[in-house]
């Protein structure tokens, strides 16, 4: 479904039918525990974060496979992912310029907010001139009902990767959008956003996959 944000631009979202139901759910909830459980990632999974409060993998890429780690190439939550990165690279009409039915990954990180993880700084996943990745894919593992917002936000700096914290920016000039359990939000990598502060006593965990695709 493509939401309209601002500029003629728009995110493409998804919602995972088959939450509480797949082939392949328990084991990749029991994997996801694993990676927030793991010991790198509790030692080393808070640079995002200095205050402790969430888990980020961003910088454990070498040893936190996410993909292999949840088997997405098997399990069908994984072959459903797969199929809306074709379906959406279509609507961002990337089909001109490379070979959307193949991907590789360019990065994959999971992410865990816990209570009073602040907000994130705004930041994009590209810059314009850089070709890939070429769409940023998040999927909401577990997101409950007070949990953290995303908000993409309106500037005219698009050289910079990262902004501002996102309550520094107008509000005119911000879209915020609440993901659900189940979700995956697709937007342009070039979008700079962020998410709001998250106060609910249950972590909030999603994943984050930048499909890139060959030319
Ligand atoms: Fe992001």
Not at 47 to 63: D, E, I
Not at 139 to 161: C, R, S, T, W
């Amino acid at each position: 479904m493509i939401v309209n944000i601002f500029d003629k631009r728009f995110i493409d979202v998804y919602q995972f039918d088959k939450i509480n139901d797949y082939s392949g759910k328990t084991e990749l909830d029991i994997a996801v525990e694993n990676i927030f459980n793991n010991e790198e990632v509790k030692k080393n999974g808070q640079k995002c974060s200095p205050n402790c409060s969430a888990l980020c993998t961003v910088f454990l890429q070498q040893t936190i496979n996410i993909p292999k780690l949840l088997n997405l190439e098997n399990n069908e939550l994984g072959k459903w992912m797969f199929s809306k990165f074709t379906e959406s690279a279509k609507k961002f009409k990337l089909e001109e310029k490379c070979n959307i039915n193949e991907f590789y990954f360019y990065r994959c990180w999971g992410n865990r907010l816990f209570k009073n993880a602040d907000e994130g700084i705004s930041h994009r996943h590209r810059l314009s001139y850089f070709d890939v990745p070429h769409l940023v894919a998040i999927y909401y593992h577990y997101v409950p009902e007070d949990g953290a917002n995303l908000v993409f936000i309106k500037d005219q700096d698009e050289m910079k990767i990262t902004g501002r914290h996102h309550s520094t920016y107008p509000e005119k000039d911000k879209i915020y959008f609440k993901p659900k359990t189940g979700m995956l939000v697709i937007h342009d990598p070039t979008i700079l956003h962020a998410v709001t502060p998250h106060t609910s006593d249950i972590p909030r965990t999603c994943f984050i996959f930048e499909p890139a695709f060959k030319n």
